[in-house]
């Protein structure tokens, strides 16, 4: 049942996904968990939630070959944040380097260890890390299979920060406060922007810069800091 | 009245530009007419043979700049203008592309174009006081200063998007930590520090460091096959 798999549900403007990944081997379901989970995104896709977080169950965000799912999430216009509640392995971590912005639980475990099996990480794994934490970081965490904890992981750049999950609550709430139009373009022109050469990357900014002075939520969070208060933003 | 004044100052002392944001009253807010007279300056520092590399600060006491003044905006006649007004004068292009030394000095608030002006500086010191941000998306808008193209390059991806999504303030020291800054000095020290960096800098001919500056800016932008051929050609250039 790919409804037990993963869960929806929201929390103010905050979507969460609840990877619900059973069993106890590695890959378990791990086929089920990434088919319910770009089921998850393509509605997800039609919400009008300003932020996604991602999440796991118990000790797991999710392990195993999760193959496909990375895709999904990060076709997402709207920011996301995975909150790596536990173990985060293999396809696991694919789909976490997939998300914005990546916060571990003191107690998480990172890793990419295809490779010790013969396999390639193939759902983005060896680029995405590459992009993430630079040349020596990204070979030696690939071509060693070694699983890091949270610390390291903040300390290489892996993820941004370590915390409970109130830490990851109030960085949605946080970023589910702006504008989504606005949101949506810085996460464009940074994600665009890494595959041009930096003067196309600032022609890209610039563009969307100006586009955006259609939107009524420019004028809307100008007037908001004009007169000190906190603007409701409609997403147009 | 303080309007009077110019909104940026440029000063010799030996071989080094110091250019000032000077609007103080407004935390040195960037404005049209500091943009204009920005423009002028860096074209100076480009182009005065007697430079060799420059400093930037801001006057007062609250910081740096704390942003672009949201005061102007909604000013701006029409999109198609505003396109043609960016690229007319491409003042981020200018400031980048200064084949000399730049380092900021950063005190106090240094928030959305003034923490852009400050990451298109090759080099960043900052006093234990400064205050970093990135609010635009908060305020519907977006970075139009290079902030999403080169707080990515700087701090990495996760970073740069976790800055620009959440708007959340940080300090000089997780500012070191991120590698935005290369220094944190207390805020009496700030200047003197800056401009010691600036001075080792200096201590290399002029030409080299025009060289390296190539090598890094268009070698990030190439394939390694071709960024490595680049700079074996600019080795060549200078010892020829």
């Known amino acids: 049942m790919s409804g037990d798999a993963v869960v929806v549900h929201r929390r103010g403007p905050v979507a969460v996904i609840t990877l619900n990944q059973p069993g106890s081997g590695p890959d378990a379901h791990a086929a089920e968990l990434a088919g319910a989970l770009a089921d998850a995104c393509a509605r997800l896709a039609d919400d009008d939630a300003r932020a996604v977080v991602l999440t796991g169950t118990g000790e797991r965000f999710a392990t195993g070959a999760v193959g496909g799912a990375a895709a999904a999430v990060a076709s997402l216009r709207v920011p996301t944040i995975a909150w790596i509640n536990g173990d985060c392995l293999d396809g696991g971590l694919e789909v976490a380097l997939a998300c914005d912005i990546r916060v571990a639980a003191p107690g998480a475990r990172l890793g990419l260890r295809s490779v010790l099996e013969g396999r390639l990480p193939a759902d983005g794994g060896t680029q995405r890390l590459l992009r993430l934490v630079g040349r020596a970081h990204a070979l030696r965490l690939l071509l060693t299979g070694e699983v890091i904890d949270a610390a390291e992981g903040l300390r290489i750049g892996l993820v941004q920060s370590v915390g409970g999950p109130e830490a990851a609550d109030e960085l949605a709430e946080r970023v589910a406060a702006a504008a989504p139009v606005a949101s949506a373009y810085v996460k464009e022109a940074v994600l665009r922007g890494a595959d041009l050469a930096l003067e196309q990357g600032l022609r890209l900014e610039a563009d969307l810069s100006i586009l955006l002075h259609t939107t009524a939520d420019r004028a809307k969070g100008l007037a908001s800091f004009a007169d000190g208060t906190r603007p409701e933003y409609e997403g147009r | ?240």
């Open chain 2, 1 to 240: 009245m303080s309007e009077q004044r110019p909104t940026v100052l440029f000063e010799k002392r030996d071989d080094m530009a110091v250019v000032t944001l000077n609007r103080p009253d407004v935390v040195n807010a960037f404005s049209v007419r500091m943009r204009d007279e920005l423009w002028e300056v860096l074209s100076a520092v480009r182009d005065d043979p007697d430079v060799r590399g420059m400093l930037l600060v801001g006057a007062g006491e609250r910081g740096f700049c704390a942003g672009a003044d949201l005061t102007e905006f909604g000013t701006a006649p029409s999109q198609t203008i505003a396109r043609q007004v960016r690229w007319e004068r491409d003042l981020w292009g200018l400031l980048l592309g200064i084949p000399k030394p730049t380092v900021a000095a950063l005190h106090g608030y240094c928030l959305g174009s003034g923490l852009e002006m400050a990451a298109l500086c090759d080099m960043r010191v900052a006093a234990d006081d400064a205050v970093f941000g990135m609010p635009e998306a908060g305020l519907g808008l977006v970075p139009a200063a290079g902030g999403t193209q080169l707080l990515p390059r700087l701090l990495g991806p996760g970073r740069a998007l976790e800055l620009l999504l959440s708007g959340r303030r940080f300090g000089a020291e997780d500012a070191l930590a991120y590698g935005l800054v290369s220094e944190v000095v207390p805020r009496s020290e700030l200047v003197a520090a800056a401009t010691a960096l600036l001075r080792r800098v200096l201590r290399a001919p002029a030409a080299a460091l025009a060289a390296a500056k190539r090598a890094l800016g268009d070698g990030a932008d190439r394939p390694l096959a071709a960024a490595l051929d680049l700079e074996r050609r600019l080795a060549a250039s200078l010892s020829a």
